[in-house]
T-cell receptor, first 117, second 112 residues
Framework: EPEVTQTPSHQVTQMGQEVILRCVPI?????FYWYRQILGQKVEFLVS????????KSEIFDDQFSVERPDGSNFTLKIRSTKLEDSAMYFC???????????????FGNGTRLTVT | QKEVEQNSGPLSVPEGAIASLNCTYS??????FFWYRQYSGKSPELIMS????GDKEDGRFTAQLNKASQYVSLLIRDSQPSDSATYLC????????????FGAGTILRVKS
């Protein structure tokens, strides 16, 4: 069964450094997403991406964050100047279009655990 | 106002029993509803999707949706210890949106 893949599985970085989290969505999916989950808290929406542009973003997704689809398969999340509070599990997800008013489920990758020291 | 609310639990049931998980949502125009299972340290895994009022069954799982009451539930029959996990209710709160909003999840513990 097709799956979303994320690399790396664990990233440790120092405060103030930039990190890039990578994702390969399911190949026929057209919507891509980033979510994060701070330890012990709920899964939070960061950003959605469709047709090579951001379609929606949350208040968490400030100027520190950016997303890019550099080629036909990869989808990346860049975090500039990381802070301690950015430590979390970051999940990439993708979905297809089912039709008007019917939303396809999101399929999640295994996540990247980001630790900022 | 929280968009998706769940009882955090833990909900403890004996092996073989029915586990009942509940969720309410605030946005009346929501059309798409999902249940995900999340094991500790792992990613959310889709169990069920439901779009219309009523029941939808898939193996040991039954999702129930009542749009008038803004309520969605998940029943797990013949609960197994391997069902022990956090169950996340998720809703797409706009009629033509695609952003999935999660509840905080209910911890289920199945005791053998």
């Amino acid at each position: 069964e097709p799956e979303v893949t994320q690399t790396p599985s664990h990233q440790v970085t120092q405060m103030g450094q930039e990190v890039i989290l990578r994702c390969v969505p399911i190949s026929n999916h057209l919507y891509f997403y980033w979510y994060r989950q701070i330890l012990g808290q709920k899964v939070e929406f960061l950003v959605s991406f469709y047709n090579n542009e951001i379609s929606e973003k949350s208040e968490i997704f400030d100027d520190q964050f950016s997303v890019e689809r550099p080629d036909g398969s990869n989808f990346t999340l860049k975090i500039r100047s990381t802070k301690l509070e950015d430590s979390a599990m970051y999940f990439c997800a993708s979905s297809e279009i089912l039709g008007q008013g019917v939303n396809s489920p999101l399929h999640f990758g295994n996540g990247t655990r980001l630790t900022v020291t | 106002q929280k968009e998706v609310e769940q009882n955090s639990g833990p909900l403890s049931v004996p092996e073989g029993a029915i586990a009942s998980l509940n969720c309410t949502y605030s946005d009346r125009v929501s059309q798409s509803f999902f249940w995900y299972r999340q094991y500790s340290g792992k990613s959310p895994e889709l169990i069920m999707s439901i779009y219309s009022n009523g029941d939808k069954e898939d193996g040991r799982f039954t999702a129930q949706l009542n749009k008038a009451s803004q309520y969605v539930s998940l029943l797990i029959r013949d609960s197994q210890p391997s069902d022990s996990a956090t169950y996340l209710c998720a809703v797409i709160p706009l009629e033509y949106g695609n952003k999935l909003v999660f509840g905080a999840g209910t911890i289920l513990r199945v005791k053998s």
